[in-house]
């Protein structure tokens, strides 16, 4: 797929934030790697670092969003721990393969910035927001009901998150490991509807 320059140094600039974090992420730094032409900052972000950095947070929120359809259509026994198993796996691969060197950008961007910019934190919350309501739909499509959803998807959210920063800590993926062979049973236990039907069943 062609991007367009601005499309690119939104990418970009994602992709640099989950490595240097926002302070450390300069706007030049996004032009050259995203291979745009000199002078197209201003002209595609008026608003200067912060509105590219928001459009780069928006964009990694809309992402990860997106990815929990695609996660949830391959698995092969759909189960509420098999789904953070696989969301789980898929920082876990990347990890094995490319080193601990980039985290989330979400992460990334409210640590630099929760104290200085309402702006970046309140992209950060909506990204967040608009993350959590596709695990919280997902899990009620696998069984668990509506009252326990929401606050489940917070949980593996964050229980998500703070294994990624120890397993980058530690460069090692046995905290990823470790939150899905804890997390997984409880996850699964939620699923009222799984449960009955396979009680029904025996």
Known sequence: MTRTPRERMVLSAAQLVRIHGVGATGMRDVVAHAEAPRGSLQHYFPGGK???????????????????????????????????????????????????????????????????????????????????RPVAATLEELGVPASRSTSLAVLMLSTLEGAIVLARAHRSVAPLDTVVAELRPLLDGAAVKRRRRAGAGE
């Open 50 to 132: 912060d509105q590219l950095i928001g459009e780069a947070v928006a964009w990694a929120g809309d992402y990860a969003a997106r990815r929990v359809a695609r996660l949830a259509a391959k698995l092969t026994d759909p189960a509420p721990g098999r789904l953070f198993e696989a969301m789980a796996a898929q920082w876990r691969d990347e990890f094995t393969a490319q080193g601990f060197d980039a985290g989330c950008p979400l992460v990334a961007t409210v640590a630099d910035t929760a104290a200085t910019s309402d702006g970046l934190r309140e992209a950060v919350a909506k990204a967040f927001d608009g993350w959590q």
